[in-house]
């Protein structure tokens, strides 16, 4: 049970202050809700960092959106790609969209996970904040002598002592893969491609239940990729099946990937039974594949800015 | 930490926690309609504000976070004791019934049309996306932001709320809103957490995490030293009173098979000890220090293992009765258990139990010769079905809060059953009815599980023995896990047909799953035979039903109370026969179902332990249903979907429930007129939001030719008004309505002849007249009723005009009714979707239209809820996997058909008060079989268990 709340005026004071015991606070849905795995004796509150809002148009290709971009505020940008959209509309309820973060969601990566898939296939990147230095598990009061200093103190305390923290961006796949070693690291924003075709698709008992698998499918650059999140399993790229994939695939190539896939331990549990959900996903990936291949073959891509299409 | 925030408009300033969460803070200063329906899950949405204009779980928002914010709260809408334009379309509307999260959702609605005064449909469910709403369904929230955007426009309404019935009638059968509407939905206080003193101990409970077990010690010594614990009960300490929980007439039938605290726990979740402290922290320390050593032992957890040879017995002690012992009771008694720990099982009369074998109850019965018919007939078709465990997942938790005073003990109770409540506390403390005090407050969603008495014993207990005042509240685990749910059935159904489609013999075995303790273990089952056979012109028909104890949470009281699974398992049978013999569903439907007149022989063979009543068809609504509904659902004409993956069907399932229990139930009012001449009608009844209170008031308006607003209804307190069985078997309307009616001709026969009296002259020249008063039709002399009440009551008069009135009957008031589904069933993926859902009912005179609309909405949709998607799961060793709201999976707004009717069918009832019959249990009998006949129309699998999951399709597909 978390105990003490502190504010943060920068991202750079949130990185300073985050250590072994505490978290960061974004929307809070998941950090503060009945029955989360999560807990901390300090929550490091992120809600007043301008740097980590607002959606950008980094180049014509690519879109930033900062980490505490609400669900819903993304939806309501005209520079978010219309695949992210349909990602961020799996969060059913609204209320809770007005207040669960990106950045929060992604960096929870849970296996049932609104975002991850699409962000996977999407070939999203992460910009993170972290310690130059590797991570001692040394504590603020290890660090300054003192866990009371406020968050400028600590950053002037930081300066002098020459730490500061290290912007990074890593593709997301990277992230997933070495969650571990970014545990402490504030993830400011998600990068996004608009130049990219993704599809996905969720299945959930009702629409806010957990889900039980997600998958998205993207293409660009000539290549194919393949995000899913699995309840109880985990959230995979698979990227041999990915780099596979042709132009030419039929329903058996993803009927053999679903029932073969080395390394997937998928459980019989309330979501329903392991040969169900082999089969759901290999159907899947083939309806998202051949969703691909249409809009593909119409010479169709998703469009950042208004969702539109274009031939 | 000083937090400053505007709330509701006004700068407020607190020294407080940052951790705790804001709807905390919120409730400590006084704005108690920010409710907790999940504990901080995040799901329901009863603790919806605005913070900065944005809506938020409170729940899930610091105090700490809300400093510099500007809040507002659903009481801050609306001015001053006015409700603003939303709060009043959504009682317009007829929304507002159990209400628990009305004031959320009346803030949300406000929000919307804040930002968007001409929101699409899509933006609405958008909105309430992120509400549970369980009485009403969502469909009449888009007809109040209607009523809502017109008021704005034109400055009325044009959009009508619901249908007129009976137009000659003032009040009766004219949408008017609910007397306790403004209340509910400005979120004044009206649940019993509001009524909790802040001297209140708090009761928690330690629980069972076994599935059966003997309590082989238990150790309160070191819970016991914690301070600010004031009584930890147990097993040990407990009253050696054995009862049972079921809110039921005297002499129930249920047995009584329970203590407060048992020394055998029978399922994970099981009481085990009580823990009354100061505080909610002490009580949870405590609860962790007390040491229990448990016996293990082999659970049962289906019917199944239940009744297989040498199966563990849930119940293995002796038994008695109170009345109709069998004669070989002592040697049947030899065979039980001598470990005390068992306890006993106590009758009140025979229910065919066979405790040693696990059967908790059983009965069978029937007309004809089934054997015969199933052997000449041209098919027969012969299934099996299954339905889960269903939670009634109430927005309100089961909660009670208990304190004596003066030598009374007052029991302030979400209860459906004031005066069984009374009843059973009453066995519990040794304390007679006339020092227990049960007031029924504002309910916020029973559906069944607030018929049975789950925490009013524990509670009201705790207090008698403490002298302190005990508040107890449910977490949403303990709903699950500790309460009550629908018992699940299996059902085998035999059904023979001649070629022609009449039906000439059905079959059904019943094996029901009662779980640990026999609250309703007869009735529930029994219903589902004895509403859904009487549906059948058939004169074979035959039932054999038994009920198994089980190591499962406890089953209870729901909503359709056994219906919707017999009906489902009886409907789903027709259709597949009508698919064999080759002749078209709707035609065999017509065919064989009974119609006003009829004579009902089934009757005779359903009584429960005795001969039933042989009545014939009274008022029935049922063809008109059926040809109705297939009109507007195009049946017969093949829908074709624009993916190829995807098949649509249609199905429907012709329904019927009771009004009451026609020799059972009990019913009474006493209504007197006050000085000046208004009017206290002081009911028994158990208004639980569905409109009780207001059809009262409006029985009473009616008759005594008087303004609504100058009644007042006041039901459910045990010390003001006289006996009433309680709002269960549908009895509301017909049993509490004409009890209120009886009342109110007395009280109009007594006001005649005082006003007689007064004016000196006959009785048969007066008649009574709005707005109140007394005329005469030869002298046109006038009386208004406060004149009249002043003289009575003044020194010389004659005194208070007060009738009482009552009402019990053997007459039988049945609505009837057909629900019809479209369905597209993806034969790829599985997944369903209910595109298109009408609900026709017969309920007589619709007294409050726009609340019965509502009522079949909300029923409808929470079966929609059961038949696909709900159902709590167990694993090996009983405990509940789904225990909460997100992983049990309810339907919400998104889940709703696209296309949702619900009509009201007039037909006027003989026995009604008004002609009124019910309205909101049969509403839950027609889903499944619709949807079940439906999917077969779309991708030709019968679907035989619930819920009837994505998986279960593409297996009977054979796609794995």
Known sequence: ?311 | MKISCVINHVPRTFDVDPMMSLRELLVSAGHVCVRDSDDSEGFCGSDTVLVDGTPVYSNLYLAGEADGCDILTPDGLGDAGHLSDVQQAMIDAGVVQSAYNAPAAALLLTWLLENNPDPTKEEIEDALSGIFIRDASYEHYFLAVQLVRERRKLGHYETKTAPIFREQLREIGTPDGKVDGPALVSGQRAYVEDYVSPDACVLVVLRSPYASAYIKSIDTAEAEKVPGVVKIITAANCPDIYYMQAGQGNPEPSPHDRRLFNWKVRHVGDRVAGIVAETKEAAEQAKNLIHVEYEVLKPVLTVEEAMAEGAPAVHNGPVEYRAGAPADLDSYNDQASKDPREGKVVYQFPLGADIHHNIAASNRGGIGDVEKAFAEADAVVERTYQTSQIQHTPLEPHVCFARMEGGRLTVYASTQVPYHVRRIVGWVTGLPENRIHVVKTRVGGGYGSKQDILVEDLTAYAAYVTGRPVYCRNTREEEFIACSTRHPMRMRVKMAGMKDGRITGIFMEVRANTGPYGNHCLTVPMNSCSKTLPLFKCPNMAYDLKVYYTNTPPAGAYQGYGTPKGNYALMMAMAELADKLGCDYKEMVLKNHVETGYRLDILKGLGEGREGNVVPVGSCGLREAILKGCDMIRWGVREQSDDPDVRIGKGFAMIMQGSGLPGLDHAEAIAKMETDGTVILNSGCADIGTGLDTVCAKIVSEVMCMPMEHVTVLSGDTDAAAFDTGSYASSGTFFSGNAALDAAKKLKEGVLKEAALQLGEEETDLDLRMPGEVFSRKTGAVLSYGELSHTACSGSGRGMVVAHGSYVTTASSVPYGAHFAEVAVNVRTGEIKVRKFYALQDAGTPINPELALCQMYGAALKSIGHTLYEGMILDKNGVCLNANMTDYGVPMVWEQPDDFKAVLIDVNDEYGPFGAKSISEIACNGAAPAIGIAIHDACGVWMDSWPMTPEKILRKLGKI
């Not at chain 1, 960061?24 to 960092?49: F, H, Q, V, W």
């Not at chain 1, 309806?287 to 031939?311: C, F, H, V």
Request: glycine share 8%; with cysteine.
């Open chain 1, 1 to 311: 049970m978390s105990r003490e709340l502190c504010a943060a005026a920068s991202a750079s004071e949130a990185v300073i202050m985050r250590d072994a015991s505490s978290a960061y606070l974004a929307g809070g849905t998941e950090l503060l809700r009945s029955g989360t795995e999560r807990s901390a004796d300090r929550l490091i509150m992120l809600k007043n960092i301008p740097e980590l809002k607002g959606v950008s148009g980094e180049t014509p290709e690519a879109v930033r959106i900062g980490s505490m971009t609400t669900f819903q505020e993304a939806l309501g940008s005209d520079l978010v790609p219309a695949y992210l959209k349909e990602a961020l509309r799996y969060m059913a309820s609204r209320t809770k969209r007005d207040m669960a973060t990106i950045g929060g969601n992604v960096a929870l990566m849970r296996d049932d996970s609104y975002l991850a898939a699409t962000l996977i296939a999407a070939h999203a990147k992460l910009e993170l904040l972290h310690w130059a230095k590797p991570d001692s598990g040394e504590s603020v009061q290890d660090r300054f002598g003192c866990p009371d200093k406020n968050g400028s103190d600590l950053e002037e305390a930081s300066q002098v002592r020459g730490d500061q923290p290290v912007r990074e961006a890593i593709c997301i796949r990277r992230y997933l893969q070495h969650r571990e070693e970014y545990q402490k690291d504030l993830i400011t924003a998600i990068m996004v491609r608009t130049d990219i075709c993704v599809v996905s698709k969720r299945y959930a008992n009702t629409a806010e239940s957990h889900s039980y698998l997600t998958a998205a499918m993207g293409y660009a650059d000539g290549r194919f990729r393949v995000g899913v999140s699995l309840k109880n399993a985990g959230v995979f790229f698979p990227k041999e099946f990915s780099d596979s994939l042709g132009e030419d695939e039929n329903a058996e190539t993803f009927a053999r990937f679903a029932n073969s896939w080395a390394g997937l331990d998928i459980p019989d549990d309330l979501y329903g039974s392991t040969a169900y959900k082999r089969y759901l996903l290999g159907v899947t990936l083939e309806n998202l594949y051949r969703s691909l291949k249409e809009r593909i073959s119409s010479g169709q891509r998703t469009d950042g800015r208004k969702g539109e299409t274009e031939a």
